[in-house]
């Protein structure tokens, strides 16, 4: 079973950046769409930013546009997210979801942190 490993969070001042990795233990075929999603304490996962394989579309959430960036990457590392600008409200558990013809996988998280 193929597992997702996400790198990169940390402790960062409010408008600094962060780029979060998302390794592969081996490679997954006909992936149909890539996500990152975050949860803060005691609220809900939300997806943050989306990769749609097959139209090639991007997507993400109002309070990331324009400071985030997803992009796609190699088998190894599928996915990327470039967090550009942080706020103290980015502060989250990060997580990346990849949805593939052979089925979901999900990492654990990494630690985003945005505090002075």
């Known amino acids: 079973q193929v597992q997702l490993v996400e790198s990169g969070g940390g402790l960062v001042q409010p408008g600094g950046s962060l780029t979060l990795s998302c390794a592969s233990s081996?490679?997954?075929?006909?992936?149909?769409?890539m996500h990152w999603y975050r949860q803060a304490p005691g609220k809900q996962r939300e997806a943050v930013a989306s990769?749609?394989?097959?139209?090639?579309?991007?997507s993400y959430v109002d309070s990331v546009r324009g400071r985030f960036t997803i992009s796609r990457g190699t088998s190894k590392n599928p996915v990327f997210l470039q967090m550009n600008n942080l706020k103290p409200e980015d502060t989250a558990v990060y997580f990346c979801h990849v949805v593939a013809k052979s089925g979901n996988y999900w990492g654990q998280g990494t630690q985003v942190t945005v505090s002075s």
């Open positions: 081996g490679t997954i075929f006909e992936i149909h769409a």
């Open positions: 990769i749609f394989t097959s139209s090639g579309t991007h």
